[in-house]
């Protein structure tokens, strides 16, 4: 079967390809040359095939450590964990190295920054979580689902899939800023050398609540007064995130009632919330009447009233 020259030329051609240094935040000085092509378009999700590319390069380049690559056309790549060798003939000679490259190209992907989201306290005590600092890389996102909150039909909430550069220690409820807009990591996962979260476009909205948990020193009942004096209650800050904030009644003379949706991340509290803890929101006391699981996000659905 005739060949065309120039497929075989182009079989043989190399780019040269920009290193990034996670230290400096800046590409090279160190350098890699290596040759493109295109992956196999049946892949398991739908647009992976026209994110990813191979990138081949001989045995005596450094391929060690890169997270992220720039091509000669400015074209930016994350680099998979994970290398290949390829020998053409089946043997046991290496002649080239298969580097999997996805592209983080604008509109979907770029330079980003990650924002952990971390408490400082210990055992039962861990305090309100603390939003950062930030850690600069890159990451490309592809459209998951959108969802539309109950009662908001014209709000749509949207779900990505993020592949991210491995400089980054994500966990559950961190949040990653790409292109202004807020995502908050929801599951993580690693695939073929990647680094992958499914994220909510979710803003930063921790809110800083006070438990009043019993206290652990018994009561003292005093023969002369006939009362029974109780340990002081022993108060624990937790940050959560509000749902839903219902009030029920609505003349003056009328009693008030609100009730309150709580999630609480499970990292981010010490203890776990039971019915009849109290708690303290902008100085109003409120009284834990619901206390549920959310497994799939690995939080805790609280309900409180008042």
């Known amino acids: 079967m005739p060949t065309s020259i120039s497929v075989s030329a182009g079989f043989f051609k190399r780019d040269s390809f920009q290193v990034w240094n996670p230290g400096t935040l800046t590409f090279g000085p160190r350098t890699i040359t290596g040759r493109k092509k295109r992956i196999d378009a049946f892949v398991s999700l739908w647009h992976r095939s026209s994110r990813r590319e191979h990138i081949y390069v001989l045995p005596e380049e450094d391929v060690s450590g890169i997270l992220a690559l720039r091509s000669t056309t400015g074209i930016i790549y994350l680099i998979s964990g994970t290398q290949e060798a390829d020998s053409w003939q089946g043997d046991d000679n290496r002649y080239e190295y298969l580097l999997r490259g996805h592209k983080v190209t604008s509109p979907s992907g770029g330079a980003a920054e990650h924002y952990p989201v971390r408490v400082a306290g210990s055992g039962d005590d861990l305090g309100p979580v603390v939003l950062g600092p930030a850690v600069v890389g890159y990451a490309d996102t592809e459209l998951r689902s959108t969802s539309e909150p109950r ?129 303290l929101l902008d100085n109003v006391r409120y009284t834990v009447d619901e206390v549920g699981e959310v497994t799939n996000e690995k939080q805790w659905r609280v309900v409180v009233t008042r």
């Not at 990505?160 to 550069?165: I, R, V």
């Not at 020193?217 to 959560?240: I, W, Y």
């Open 151 to 279: 009662e908001q039909l014209q709000i749509a909430e949207a779900e990505y899939f993020l592949a991210y550069t491995g400089n980054w220690q994500v966990q559950d409820a961190d949040f990653i800023k790409l292109d202004g807009a807020w995502h908050r990591i929801m599951e993580l996962n690693f695939d073929s050398g990647y680094y992958y979260a499914r994220a909510k476009q979710d803003a930063p909205r921790f809110q800083t609540v006070e438990f009043k948990l019993p206290s652990t020193t018994p009561g003292v009942f005093d023969p002369r007064t006939g009362k029974l004096t109780a340990g002081t209650e022993m108060t624990r800050q937790v940050s959560v995130l509000i749902k839903d904030q219902t009030r029920l009644g609505q003349l003056a003379q009328h009693q008030i009632s609100e009730r309150l949706e709580l999630y609480i991340y499970q990292a981010h509290i010490g203890f776990m919330p039971r019915l009849g803890h109290g708690v």
